[in-house]
């Protein structure tokens, strides 16, 4: 897979206004922001890097508090 940079500082912006502290599933993201799973993907992983979301059970996301 490989990623459109283009798309990412749009994706960026979505993806967190879809994100809570409440656990979302990472295949709702896919569909609330429509954006690619790669995209996607990538965005979390920068999130998670930065310690800004956590990873949960089932494939599920949450803001960090």
């Known amino acids: 897979m490989t990623v459109d940079e283009q798309q990412l500082p749009e ?9 809570s ?7 709702e993201l896919v569909r609330q922001c429509d954006a690619s ?3 996607v993907l990538t ?4 999130l998670e890097l930065a310690g800004r ?3 949960q059970a089932g494939q599920k996301v ?4």
Not at 11 to 19: D, M, N, P, Q
């Open 62 to 65: 949450a803001l960090v508090g």
């Open 21 to 27: 502290p409440s656990p979302v599933a990472i295949d």
């Open 43 to 46: 965005v979390l992983l920068e």
């Open 11 to 19: 994706a960026r912006v979505k993806i967190l206004e879809c994100l």
């Open 37 to 39: 799973p790669s995209v």
């Open 53 to 55: 979301i956590e990873r």
